[in-house]
């Protein structure tokens, strides 16, 4: 089983200096080759991996298409069997690999998997960007084992098992080549943000398995390429997510999931304002004309097979959080 650790940079030298000699260190196994998939750098991040990692294989893509369209155009270049997409702030532990082959390898029905993912800069939290796997709930808005909206939890190994998920972190995630290119890999629309989210849901839709694994650890250190508290990820989250829905929810029961989502977008547009984070309330109203100007669009997107998912047993995390005060996936 061949596999290829698929690292996304963009001008990403000073995290490819500090976070390659962990993935090179660990990942020394016959079957692994390493991959840089560069989206159009103007540093020297390139010079840098020919220099100092001269064996590592380097894929150039000729524009910076973001996350969504740079391993689209990456992967058409590399030659494996299982890729893991990796971003270039992740620190890998030793044996990280092991239980994930062993996943592949034991259960052809598992197509994507995500190791436990805590936060580089504090190891006794679980990190925002998949923590230990990821569902949403019945109006799309994604939560983690470990993370509900910014509510972090601390790794206390309550998290240390397998189990089947809704959907994988794109920051670390493995999935079958030919289950990538059979769903035309990410939707390029996406540009970068929840296109991992619409990829599991249409590996759910075709009956594959998406899982976390547990005993396999990475430290994530979480918005370096856009910051956390960025409006362009608040645009881009909020609008991803309902051509998400458009695109995976089944027909009979769109129509109402959409107009509920639409007011729940309006009320956190007025919660920011009162935050006085009018920045985040612009980014919605932003990201609902996209949506408008783009729903037509992302509706002939849509697959004749999406059914139901099992992320209906949480109805509007919204609800549980905000207005219920569930703070632990635990609690929900």
């Known amino acids: 089983m061949k596999i290829a650790l698929v690292i996304l940079n963009w001008n990403g030298k000073g995290l490819l200096e500090k976070f390659l000699p962990s993935i090179v260190k660990?990942?020394?196994?016959?079957?692994?080759?390493?991959?840089?998939?560069?989206?159009?750098?103007?540093?020297?991040?390139?010079?840098?991996?020919k220099r100092n990692y001269p064996s590592l294989k380097i894929v150039q893509n000729k524009k910076n298409g973001g996350y969504a369209k740079g391993y689209n155009d990456a992967l058409k270049n590399v030659d494996a069997d299982i890729y893991a997409l990796i971003n270039s702030d992740i620190e890998v532990t030793e044996d990280w690999l092991?239980?994930?082959?062993?996943?592949?390898?034991?259960?052809?029905?598992?197509?994507?998997?995500?190791?436990?993912?805590?936060?580089?800069?504090?190891?006794?939290?679980?990190?925002?960007?998949?923590?230990?796997?990821?569902?949403?709930?019945?109006?799309?808005?994604?939560?983690?084992?470990?993370?509900?909206?910014?509510?972090?939890?601390?790794?206390?190994?309550?998290?240390?098992?397998s189990t089947e998920i809704f959907w994988a972190s794109g920051a670390c995630l493995f999935i079958r080549s030919n289950v990538f290119h059979s769903?035309?890999?990410?939707?390029?629309?996406?540009?970068a943000h929840q296109e991992e989210i619409d990829l599991c849901w249409r590996a759910f839709n075709l009956n594959y398995t998406i899982k976390y694994i547990g005993n396999s650890t990475v430290y994530h250190v979480g918005g370096a390429t856009l910051k956390e508290e960025s409006p362009r990820k608040s645009f881009l989250n909020f609008r991803n997510s309902l051509f998400t829905l458009v695109k995976n929810v089944p027909k009979k029961m769109l129509f109402g999931i959409i107009l509920t989502r639409l007011i729940l977008d309006g009320i956190a547009a007025i919660k920011f304002l009162f935050e006085l984070r009018p920045v985040h309330t612009f980014a919605i109203l932003k990201a609902h004309f996209s949506f408008y100007y783009n729903v037509i669009k992302m509706y002939k997107k849509r697959s004749d097979i999406a059914k139901k998912p099992n992320y209906f047993t949480i109805n509007s995390i919204v609800y549980s959080h905000f207005i219920a005060g569930k703070k632990k996936y635990s609690d929900l």
């Open 26 to 49: 660990f990942s020394a196994l016959p079957t692994v080759e390493i991959v840089i998939a560069d989206n159009a750098s103007t540093d020297d991040s390139i010079e840098f991996i």
């Open 98 to 161: 092991n239980p994930i082959i062993k996943t592949f390898k034991n259960e052809p029905k598992t197509a994507i998997i995500q190791p436990k993912i805590v936060d580089f800069k504090n190891k006794e939290l679980f990190e925002y960007a998949g923590a230990a796997g990821g569902f949403v709930d019945k109006y799309g808005y994604p939560y983690c084992r470990g993370r509900i909206f910014s509510e972090l939890e601390k790794d206390t190994n309550q998290f240390n098992d």
């Open 183 to 191: 769903l035309q890999g990410f939707d390029e629309d996406y540009f």
